[in-house]
């Protein structure tokens, strides 16, 4: 196999990396705001199972989540899996990434003056103008940092498709490196993580400076 | 009649709060008025002042707004409040200045003093960029509208809430402690503005530990310790030849 015939079958697997990466923020970060509404409901009852929820989640290896995800409608429904590989995978990472990104939301916003509360109580702000004009903005610029963390760990992350055998870059890799005994695939694949990761970092920083206008 | 405050009654059961408790304390401000409270820290002052602004709730007594009824004793002797859309709206008759301003950090001077008056009072957005305008530069901060909060000191910073709550054009203003958080030579640039909006008959009910300027600019002085009204009347009077043998106490330590 030439290098740039390595390169184009990389290439697809590259493409797909990067739709599980996109597709899981699309997913996670809004879903996480609403796992962290819940854990932070006054509703004991919602709040403690979506707290034993995050603690499953934050407990157990992605690995195995997605495979859970995967096999268990078959194992314990005994329904078809036929087609359902990739809904899956994105199931896994959406639910795994929003739960952790609800822990982020939830130190943001407990880190929050009070008085950022009740000054805009007094001046009649309603809770969620209170929340989405007040509150949100602060906490954004708060968490970003280890949403950067996060967002650098999911680009590693997405590798655990394979175990799904998703072919993504890293299960590509393993395999051309395989059939071909050749070393390369895996450089490829690490050059491409890197890039993939300095760029994520890069628009973050942007991002972040784009708010440092005030502290 | 602006505020009536009768017999109220909070306590901090269960919560590390207890000496910051209320008992039977009746406060009644008139148009024009400005009253200070004084006390030492702990003594319920500010307790009082987040009853009047509903930042916590009474547990007995009643709370009436230009005869506007906002909580009431009920039948069982608790304190029941009217709904929220009543309270919101009452809400407008005031405004309240906090001891640390607590403006809104992501927001300039101008979006700080503007938004609320747009979001909530839902109006003209050039009626109030106009007002805004007019008020910052009556607290001598026009030239620092585009300027974040964090960009300011601690006295201009306050003047600044004074303007957000004025903005709102309330029928009385509360002020905890407005220059507890200041460094002392900043005190005399809030005090200025606070004794500007009294010459201009604005209704106030300020929370101090200047007393000077409470003897100055109030036209009544109230005394609180362990969460009772102690003696209240005349500033001249109260400072000069206190009635109660505590207020004697207080002040001359005060003045020590």
Known sequence: MSFSTMLSTMGAGMLRTMGIFFLTLIGALPLGMLVMFGRKSKNKVLSSIVKAFISIIRGTPLML???????????LFGLSIKGYRYPAILIGFIVNYACYFAEIYRGGIES???GQYEAAEVLGYT???????????????TILPSVTNEVITLVKDTSLAFTLAYQEVFSLAKQISASETSFTPFVVAGVFYFVMNYVVAFVMEKIEKSMAYYN | MILEMNNIEKNFIGTTHTDMALCDVSLCVDSGEVVSIIGPSGSGKTTLLRCAT?????DSGSIIYKGETVAQTSGGGTAEYVSKKDMARIRNYFGL????????PHYSILRNVMDAPITVQKREKDEVEEEARKLLDKM?????AGAYPCQLSGGQKQRVAIARALAMNPDILFFDEPTSALDPELTGEVLKIIR?????KM???IVTHEMSFAKAVSNRVIFIDKGCIVEQGDPGELFDNPKQERTRQFLQNYNR
């Open chain 1, 65 to 75: 989540q997605l495979l859970v995800w995967y096999f268990g409608p078959y194992y």
């Open chain 1, 112 to 114: 929050m003056d009070p």
């Open chain 1, 127 to 141: 809770r969620s103008q209170t929340f989405f004009r007040i509150i949100l903005p602060q906490v954004i610029k």
């Open chain 2, 54 to 58: 509903f930042l916590e709730t009474i």
């Open chain 2, 97 to 104: 200045v906090f001891q640390n301003f607590n403006l809104f």
């Open chain 2, 140 to 144: 001598g901060l026009a030239s620092k």
């Open chain 2, 196 to 200: 500007r909006l009294a010459d201009e």
């Open chain 2, 203 to 205: 209704t106030m009910v």
